[in-house]
């Protein structure tokens, strides 16, 4: 029995170098190459922002706006967001996946047990041996292993691990998604409650001017219709505060339910003291458009699917090849449990069955196309996904670069209806015009500052635009190179 044993070992030995020096089909993987401009067009210094082409880490942008409430809700956002919790659990489920593809590599053994018990009418005879009672035991192994010669297994593990990888990917494209949301959502929100302010203030400003119009009729310097006129301006300006309190709720819900929170939940947290917009950071690092294929999740996510069609392709070539199985078995039997595990009823048996595929109609060969046609789609995909991310950075580049124009134009005609309302109040005090001079001019002054918080509201939203779309917002939370860098 030793003997049979290590005759075994040596066999399986053997077989197992075999294995593991066999060759593998289908074309070995290379990230492609794309070439990238030089810079970007529109990296050019603005009026409040400069731009810089140099590499700085946006994992976390949002810090940089010097603003504690937007830091603290996108730290719970990326903490409690139930579309970030289901993309981690497709992570999981991948690495699952990529555990199935592994166990094909090693046999599979299992045990079994028998007993057994036979009763008979006929007496044991000379003619019929077969005794009227008997009890047989019996336990054994049996082991069964495809040996991968040709590195079919070995390319679905390959496939399996890009596909976790890809998962991976998404997850952070998720991250990156939702950091500029909610950024998005709180600064909007933030813009709508200093129009609600400015709002008011003209509603009492125009409610001002209709009382010293309303006077002026009761002493004949106006008629009626300058009352009406401005009956109908006053109205046009309060109803247009119930609109800016609703959009400013709908923010509120927006960024609860971002949060994984009902959406009324964060209301008195985010109403309690607001109306200032946050300024702007200093300085804009963009880097440079090669990099953008490391920063961007969605560019990883792309190469790494890519990766895994390329391995599908091995997949399905190794398939046009023989395959070698192996199947070994080990028993003892006896009719007595005491003795069932004596090597005199220790049975063993191996053999290896080598099959290779004759005809099958062209299904084989179909699959390596079906699996050739996918990798180049997953080609395109990859190539599209790099251009659609240059021309995100282009766009979000020139908005931000118009809005910061606009923005200067603004705030020159703030600057001017400001210098004439003060202009008007001097004249008032010294008589040369009426107090109605007055409430012109600061109404007038207050659709020169509405405008400006839209045009600011504006030029943070396309800020954050920018950030999304360099890649921003995403960290590695792993120590290991191989956890933050894709396979090759």
Same mark, same amino acid.
Not at 223 to 241: C, E, G, S, Y
Not at 377 to 386: I, K
Not at 420 to 427: F, G, M, P, T, Y
């Given at each position: 029995?030793?003997?049979?044993?290590?005759?075994?070992?040596?066999?399986?030995?053997?077989?197992?170098?075999?294995?593991?020096?066999?060759c593998?089909?289908?074309?070995?993987?290379?990230q492609?190459?794309?070439?990238?401009?030089?810079a970007?067009?529109?990296?050019?210094?603005?009026?409040?922002?400069?731009?810089?082409?140099?590499?700085?880490?946006? %994992?976390?942008?949002?810090?940089?706006?010097?603003?504690?409430?937007?830091?603290?809700?996108?730290?719970?956002?990326?903490?409690?967001?139930?579309?970030?919790?289901?993309?981690? %659990?497709?992570?999981?489920?991948?690495?699952?996946?990529?555990a199935?593809?592994?166990?094909?590599?090693?046999?599979?053994?299992?045990?079994?047990?028998?007993?057994?018990? /036979?009763?008979?009418?006929?007496?044991? %005879?000379?003619?019929?041996?077969?005794?009227?009672?008997?009890n047989l035991?019996?336990?054994?192994?049996?082991a069964?292993w495809?040996?991968?010669?040709?590195?079919?297994?070995?390319?679905?593990?390959?496939?399996?691990r890009?596909?976790?990888?890809?998962?991976?990917?998404?997850?952070?494209?998720?991250e990156?998604?939702l950091?500029?949301?909610?950024?998005?959502?709180?600064?909007?929100?933030?813009?709508?409650?200093?129009?609600?302010?400015?709002?008011?203030?003209?509603?009492?400003?125009?409610?001002?001017?209709?009382?010293?119009?309303?006077?002026?009729?009761q002493?004949?310097?106006?008629?009626? /219709?300058?009352?009406?006129?401005?009956?109908?301006?006053?109205?046009?300006?309060?109803?247009?505060?119930?609109?800016?309190?609703a959009?400013?709720?709908?923010?509120?819900?927006?960024?609860?339910?971002?949060?994984?929170?009902?959406?009324?939940?964060l209301?008195?947290e985010l109403?309690?003291?607001?109306?200032?917009?946050?300024?702007?950071?200093?300085?804009?690092?963009?880097?440079?458009p090669?990099e953008?294929?490391?920063?961007?999740p969605d560019?990883?996510?792309?190469?790494?699917?890519l990766?895994?069609?390329?391995?599908?392709?091995g997949?399905?070539?190794?398939?046009?090849?023989?395959?070698?199985?192996?199947?070994?078995?080990?028993?003892?039997?006896?009719?007595?449990?005491?003795s /069932?595990? %004596?090597?005199?009823?220790?049975?063993?048996?191996g053999?290896?069955?080598?099959?290779?595929?004759?005809?099958?109609?062209?299904k084989?060969?179909?699959?390596?196309?079906?699996?050739?046609?996918q990798?180049a789609?997953?080609?395109?995909?990859?190539?599209?996904?790099?251009l659609?991310?240059?021309?995100?950075?282009e766009?979000?580049?020139?908005?931000?670069?118009?809005?910061?124009?606009?923005?200067?134009a603004?705030?020159?005609?703030?600057?001017?209806s400001r210098?004439?309302?003060?202009?008007?109040?001097?004249?008032?005090e010294t008589?040369?015009?009426?107090?109605?001079?007055?409430?012109?001019?600061?109404?007038?002054?207050?659709?020169?500052?509405?405008?400006?918080?839209?045009?600011?509201?504006?030029?943070?939203?396309? /800020?954050?635009?920018?950030?999304?779309?360099?890649?921003?917002?995403?960290?590695?939370?792993?120590?290991?190179?191989?956890?933050?860098e894709?396979?090759?």
């Open positions: 029995m030793k003997r049979q044993i290590e005759r075994t070992s040596r066999a399986l030995l053997f077989i197992i170098a075999l294995g593991a020096n066999a593998t089909v289908g074309p070995r993987y290379h492609p190459t794309i070439a990238t401009p030089p970007y067009v529109e990296t050019v210094d603005t009026a409040r922002t400069a731009i810089r082409p140099d590499d700085a880490d946006l %994992s976390q942008w949002w810090t940089q706006f010097p603003d504690p409430i937007l830091q603290v809700l996108i730290k719970r956002a990326l903490e409690s967001n139930f579309d970030l919790k289901s993309a981690a %659990s497709r992570v999981r489920q991948a690495r699952e996946q990529e199935i593809a592994g166990a094909a590599e090693y046999p599979t053994l299992s045990a079994n047990g028998t007993a057994l018990t /036979l009763n008979s009418s006929r007496a044991s %005879s000379p003619a019929s041996p077969i005794p009227g009672h008997l035991y019996a336990a054994g192994f049996d069964t495809e040996v991968d010669l040709f590195g079919g297994t070995r390319r679905a593990i390959e496939e399996a890009a596909n976790t990888a890809a998962s991976l990917w998404a997850r952070r494209d998720g990156v998604s950091t500029a949301e909610v950024a998005n959502d709180y600064l909007t929100l933030r813009a709508l409650q200093a129009r609600i302010a400015v709002g008011q203030a003209e509603l009492q400003a125009q409610k001002d001017l209709g009382g010293l119009i309303g006077a002026r009729r002493t004949g310097f106006v008629t009626n /219709l300058d009352v009406d006129q401005q009956a109908a301006v006053v109205a046009t300006a309060a109803a247009q505060i119930p609109q800016l309190e959009q400013a709720k709908g923010q509120v819900h927006a960024i609860g339910v971002l949060l994984g929170q009902p959406p009324e939940a209301e008195a109403t309690a003291n607001g109306g200032v917009i946050p300024p702007p950071p200093p300085a804009l690092p963009v880097g440079l090669s953008l294929l490391r920063r961007r560019i990883r996510a792309a190469e790494r699917k990766a895994a069609a390329s391995a599908q392709i997949v399905q070539t190794a398939n046009l090849y023989p395959k070698l199985d192996l199947i070994g078995l080990a028993s003892f039997a006896s009719m007595a449990p005491a /069932l595990f %004596s090597g005199q009823n220790f049975t063993s048996a053999f290896g069955m080598l099959s290779a595929p004759i005809f099958e109609g062209g084989t060969r179909a699959s390596i196309r079906v699996a050739r046609e990798y789609q997953a080609g395109f995909a990859y190539q599209g996904a790099v659609g991310a240059l021309r995100d950075v766009d979000a580049l020139a908005r931000h670069r118009t809005d910061e124009d606009r923005r200067a603004l705030a020159q005609s703030v600057a001017a210098a004439s309302l003060v202009i008007a109040e001097d004249q008032y008589g040369l015009v009426t107090f109605i001079n007055v409430l012109q001019a600061e109404t007038a002054e207050l659709n020169a500052r509405d405008q400006l918080i839209q045009v600011d509201a504006l030029a943070l939203t396309d /800020l954050v635009a920018v950030y999304k779309a360099l890649g921003g917002g995403w960290a590695c939370r792993s120590s290991a190179r191989s956890a933050c894709p396979e090759g």
